[in-house]
């Protein structure tokens, strides 16, 4: 699996990289696309389980949560739009649970997980354009992001696959390894600290070490997340659509919950 996983990193790695250079509208749509895809494939997985699900729902409302944590927070506007945030989360629940009320088969259990598939990655996942957006140093800042995510679990990976013996969680991801755990953040703190360095980003060594902290603990505990769904519905991949890494919400899933934590932690150190 090891070779269809680097070929695959070959062709994605740089597009991803070019992406972020350019910004702006291409960077956003790359983001979207991912987030759009994510859903899809987290619908399917639990589709896959027997799960109930609303799939325009998800997508539609999706699609509103991340237009509203893209545009509540973009430079490019006059000023943040009062009220966006807490009116969409009104417009979003409301608009599930509507939706939920006229479909004959009605079910609080498709609701529940419909909603926690909207806020759980179109919400969280949005915050990458934020992070790009940062005035003066988003470009950098994203480079780090993904470049520390890459380093974290490569070092997690390798470590675990010679090292590992102590199981971080067998019942949920039986490969992973405390050994691993504990080589990515330790990894995901050095690379951010030599990316600060290198990118010359106008951010203390403490507040690169804290970004890594970032990574090392929510992108691997956003991971096991993700894995909780997979498994509650015993599935492997999301899908099959990346070869030697699955799905798209596969490869993306230390995003989930890292992108929100990666943003206010760099806000909160300013």
Not at 109 to 118: K, P, Q, S, V, Y
């Amino acid at each position: 699996m090891l070779l269809p996983r680097i070929l695959t990193a070959v062709v994605g790695i740089p597009l991803v990289i070019y992406c972020i250079h350019l910004g702006g509208v291409v960077y956003t749509s790359l983001i979207a696309a991912v987030i759009i895809l994510s859903l899809y494939e987290y619908w399917l997985v639990l589709w896959l389980g027997k799960k109930p699900i609303h799939k325009i729902s998800l997508i539609f409302f999706g699609i509103v949560a991340m237009a509203t944590v893209i545009l509540s927070n973009n430079p490019m506007l006059p000023g943040q739009i009062d009220n966006l945030v807490p009116m969409a989360i009104s417009f979003i629940v409301m608009g599930v649970l509507v939706l939920e009320v006229i479909t004959p088969s009605r079910s609080v259990e498709r609701m529940a997980f419909t909603l926690l598939g909207i806020f759980l990655i179109a919400w969280n996942m949005s915050y990458m354009v934020n992070i790009r957006n940062i005035s003066g140093i988003g470009m950098h800042l994203t480079y780090m992001l993904f470049i520390t995510v890459w380093s974290c679990d490569t070092g997690a990976y390798f470590v675990g696959k010679l090292l590992g013996r102590h199981k971080l969680s067998p019942n949920i991801s039986p490969k992973k390894t405390w050994e691993g755990a504990i080589a990515g953040f330790i990894t995901a703190i050095l690379v951010s600290m030599w990316l600060k360095k290198l990118f010359e980003i106008d951010i203390t060594y403490h507040q690169a070490a804290m970004l890594g902290v970032a990574v090392g603990i929510a992108g691997q505990i956003s991971d096991l997340a993700e894995s909780v769904i997979k498994r509650s519905c015993n599935v492997k991949d999301s899908s099959s659509l990346l070869p030697g890494h699955g799905g798209i919400l596969d490869r993306f899933d230390s995003y989930i919950l890292l992108a929100p934590v990666y943003y206010y932690t760099f806000l909160f150190l300013k």
